[in-house]
């Protein structure tokens, strides 16, 4: 029986949209796990939507883990990063900073699990 979580968004102010309409085609074609976008982020900062530990950083992506075994996977579409707040191995609370990010790009999240 399937089980449902509900997260809150890593990214505030923007237009939520499906995936399959994000433009990246490995998020389009479901390669990345099942999620959401959201479009014209415009705080430009990645947030914590849980208590855990970062699995990896990399140039214009984040995955992280809760503490319950949530594993969510985050990234920018067509930028990188200008501001790593956490390194790989941290842990991190809810509502935390993990990154700033230039405004207006595309944020894609899956959880992976």
Do not use: H, W
């Not at 399959?20 to 705080?43: H, I, L, Q, T």
């Not at 214009?60 to 579409?77: D, M, R």
């Not at 707040?85 to 595309?106: D, G």
Request: net charge positive.
């Amino acid at each position: 029986m399937a089980t449902n979580i509900v997260l809150n968004a890593p990214v505030t102010k923007g237009q939520f949209i499906p995936l399959k309409d994000c433009g990246e085609s490995s998020f389009v074609n479901g390669a990345m796990g099942r999620g959401v976008a959201v479009k014209n982020a415009r705080e430009g900062r990645i947030i914590s939507p849980f208590s855990g530990r970062v699995l990896t950083v990399y140039r214009n992506a984040i995955s992280i883990v809760s503490n319950n075994g949530i594993n969510l996977f985050i990234q920018i579409g067509g930028s990188s990063f200008y501001e790593e707040s956490v390194r790989e191995n941290q842990q991190i609370t809810a509502n935390q900073i993990l990154a700033y990010f230039n405004i207006n790009q595309i944020v894609m999240f899956t959880v992976k699990n």
